[in-house]
T-cell receptor, first 114, second 115 residues
């Protein structure tokens, strides 16, 4: 079975500050990990994904995430928050051989304060 | 074309109505999905189509009926819905292939309100 846990349903940061959104996964086999962003009344947009290889993954809009197997984590970071980053962020996991299913975390609402 | 297009964007329907949601992609993806998303919650998987065949039905009530007429189109037929079915319905597609980590491409969704 696979699952993800997102620590913190709400995170607030000041504009220009570091963004850190936490995601821990549980999987019995090597996972594929994803971060999606959802703006109000819109669908989900893929920010970045980890499959194999380099553990530091760079995505769109200046976001990056590091896969740490020893900590079963895949935290999302951005050095400097922008007002336009305010949105809901979902971490998701998919394991090799599963029937093309993503399992989503519960989501983290990011607020950026001026 | 790198988009998944969903129509309509908004839909209000009565509990006795019959309506359909439509989803279209032209990326050559062979797996397509319907998700239901309630406010402040993650998307919940409803159906998976793989190569135009229904491969997963997550115990969805029969008032929701999916259809995949061809590799580019996915429909969700709605009949006799309940107010609790009001939600954002998302369509997604992926390139498919067991064991391969394809990201999903999501549409912008249909906001459904059942009155």
């Amino acid at each position: 079975a696979q699952s993800v846990t997102q620590l913190g349903s709400h995170v607030s940061v000041s504009e220009g500050a570091l963004v850190l959104l936490r995601c821990n996964y549980s999987s019995s086999v090597p996972p594929y990990l994803f971060w999606y962003v959802q703006y109000p009344n819109q669908g989900l947009q893929l920010l970045l994904k980890y499959t194999t290889g380099a553990t530091l993954v760079k995505g769109i809009n200046g976001f990056e995430a590091e896969f740490k197997k020893s900590e079963t984590s895949f935290h999302l970071t951005k050095p400097s928050a922008h007002m336009s980053d305010a949105a809901e962020y979902f971490c998701a996991v998919k394991t090799s051989g599963s029937a093309r299913q993503l399992t989503f975390g519960s989501g983290t609402q990011l607020t950026v304060l001026p | 074309d790198t988009e998944v297009t969903q129509t309509p964007k908004h839909l209000v329907m009565g509990m006795t109505n019959k309506k359909s949601l439509k989803c279209e992609q032209h990326m050559g993806h062979r797996a397509m999905y319907w998700y239901k998303q309630k406010a402040k919650k993650p998307p919940e998987l409803m159906f998976v189509y793989s190569y135009e065949k229904l491969s997963i039905n997550e115990s969805v009530p029969s008032r929701f009926s999916p259809e995949c007429p061809n590799s580019s189109l996915l429909n969700l037929h709605l009949h006799a819905l309940q107010p609790e079915d009001s939600a954002l319905y998302l369509c997604a597609s992926s390139a498919g292939g067991r064991g391969q980590a394809y990201g999903y491409t999501f549409g912008s969704g249909t906001r459904l309100t059942v009155v």
